[in-house]
T-cell receptor, first 114, second 111 residues
Framework: NAGVMQNPRHLVRRRGQEARLRCSPM?????VYWYRQLPEEGLKFMVY????????ESGMPKERFSAEFPKEGPSILRIQQVVRGDSAAYFC????????????FGSGTQLSVL | KQEVTQIPAALSVPEGENLVLNCSFT??????LQWFRQDPGKGLTSLLL?????REQTSGRLNASLDKSSGRSTLYIAASQPGDSATYLC??????????FGQGTRLTINP
């Protein structure tokens, strides 16, 4: 049973380009969470999704960021027109259910914006 | 404001010592508290999860305690080994499926 798979592991983008980060949850998990870890800061919640639904996006920046978790395929975190301040490690986690459940994290995508 | 503070920020001890990592939080209405381990270039590994109704959890050489009334949790590592070197993160879950993380304690176990 593979764990949470994120790709790519490293992503380099120039300012103004788009970044697409992918996350495949653990088999059987239908709850996906995205967290961001800025340099020298703790992880911060971004968004919580279930299949085809955004449940909580209170941690998402108001502009340029979007997330989806389609019926088929991985969850995608999209950042449009990236800026240097978007450089961070982006972690995806999944859980079997909601509330009081262990989260299983992927290895993250390190985004570097030049 | 939801905050988690972890002390110390970094800790270096010789192999074999027992040690305690501290975590304090400001939100009293937590659903659970978790301790994670983060290795460089890798994701987080969940070590222990303590439900809000519990006082402690144990797994092997690890023991985590939770005192909601004082807003504190500790992670006790017995007989430390070089392989325990990592960053240890404390996080609590709010009712909204979100984890609020501390900045971590960077632990180094010296052979």
């Amino acid at each position: 049973n593979a764990g949470v798979m994120q790709n790519p592991r490293h992503l380099v983008r120039r300012r103004g380009q788009e970044a697409r980060l992918r996350c495949s949850p653990m088999k059987g998990h239908s709850h996906v969470y995205w967290y961001r870890q800025l340099p020298e800061e703790g992880l911060k919640f971004m968004v919580y999704l279930q299949k085809e639904n955004i449940i909580d996006e209170s941690g998402m920046p108001k502009e340029r960021f979007s997330a989806e978790f389609p019926k088929e395929g991985p969850s995608i975190l999209r950042i449009q027109q990236v800026v240097r301040g978007d450089s961070a490690a982006y972690f995806c986690a999944s859980s079997l259910g909601q509330g009081n459940e262990k989260l299983f994290f992927g290895s993250g995508t390190q985004l570097s914006v030049l | 404001k939801q905050e988690v503070t972890q002390i110390p920020a970094a800790l270096s001890v010789p192999e074999g010592e027992n040690l305690v990592l501290n975590c304090s939080f400001t939100d009293s209405a937590i659903y659970n508290l978790q301790w994670f381990r983060q290795d460089p270039g890798k994701g987080l590994t969940s070590l222990l999860l303590i439900q809000s109704s519990q006082r402690e959890q144990t797994s092997g050489r690890l023991n985590a305690s939770l005192d909601k009334s004082s807003g504190r949790s500790t992670l006790y590592i017995a007989a430390s080994q070089p392989g325990d070197s990592a960053t240890y993160l404390c996080a609590y879950e709010t009712g909204a499926q979100k984890l609020v993380f501390g900045q971590g304690t960077r632990l180094t176990i010296n052979p």
